[in-house]
């Protein structure tokens, strides 16, 4: 079983950067499940659904929402459970709960997620 967590939110103000990371544990298998699927980040905004914002493949071929396209960057970290977010030029839309999974269907249990927030 593969359990997610996520940190790095805060409060920010409009224009700023934050670094939100993921973290695979749990299993032995964690590491190497973790790396050999494409993982994403998502968020969920009060009283919206969960979108998928970025998504990166096992061989690190990366895609990203329009809205958030170069102004965020989807990085797997130096060891194989890790992924990072790096998200700059943030506005206050970009405020929700940032959560890392695998893309698209065959979602792992969602973990905790990390609160950001953009004032403006």
């Known amino acids: 079983q593969v359990q997610l967590v996520e940190s790095g939110g805060g409060l920010v103000q409009a224009g700023g950067s934050l670094r939100l990371s993921c973290t695979a544990t749990?299993?032995?298998?964690?590491?190497?499940?973790?790396?050999?699927?494409?993982m994403a980040w998502y968020r969920q905004a009060p009283g919206n659904g969960r979108e998928l914002v970025a998504r990166?493949?096992?061989?690190?071929?990366?895609n990203y929402i329009d809205s958030v396209k170069g102004r965020f960057t989807i990085s797997r970290g130096n060891t194989k459970n890790t992924m990072y977010l790096q998200m700059n030029s943030l506005k206050p839309e970009d405020t929700a709960v940032y959560y890392c999974?695998?893309?698209?269907?065959?979602?792992?249990?969602w973990g905790q997620g990390t609160q950001v927030t953009v004032s403006s």
């Open positions: 999974n695998r893309a698209g269907t065959g979602t792992w249990t």
């Open positions: 749990g299993s032995i298998f964690s590491s190497d499940i973790f790396s050999t699927r494409t």
């Open positions: 990166i493949s096992a061989d690190r071929l990366t």
